[in-house]
């Protein structure tokens, strides 16, 4: 069986940053596709960022998050991990990591229907 959980929540002021970790385990952590949504209040689930399984070299962001966020992987420690960098408040959202250990790419990686295992998501606060 499959276990994701996230951590690194929390609140920040705009402009501030903070860094997420996620681990999946039950299966050889480099096998896992990564990626992370967020859900605010009201709001659909939104696609944030993805990493490739393997060596995660491949990596791809949501417009919102493109040049302020950073998704990285360590397998050795099997953690996955999102740098969130000057924060707005409109990031402000429970952020979920999801996993899915196919082989190949996942194409439509934004969709959260194509991810297999979630975790139960971490908060991230941004005040004004």
């Known amino acids: 069986q499959v276990q994701v959980v996230e951590s690194g929540g929390g609140l920040v002021q705009s402009g501030g940053s903070l860094r997420l970790s996620c681990t999946a385990s039950g299966r050889s952590f480099s096998t896992y596709h990564m990626a992370w949504f967020r859900q605010a209040p009201g709001k659909e689930r939104e696609f944030v960022a993805y990493i490739k399984s393997g060596d995660g070299r491949w990596t791809t962001y949501s417009t919102s998050a493109n040049g302020r966020f950073n998704i990285s992987r360590d397998n050795a420690k099997e953690m996955v991990h999102l740098q969130m960098n000057t924060l707005k408040p409109e990031d402000s959202a429970i952020y979920c990591c999801?996993?899915?250990?196919?082989?190949?790419?996942?194409?439509?990686?934004?969709?959260?229907?194509?991810?297999?295992?979630w975790g139960q998501g971490t908060q991230v606060t941004v005040s004004s």
């Open positions: 999801a996993a899915d250990s196919r082989p190949g790419y996942i194409w439509n990686y934004a969709s959260p229907e194509e991810y297999s295992y």
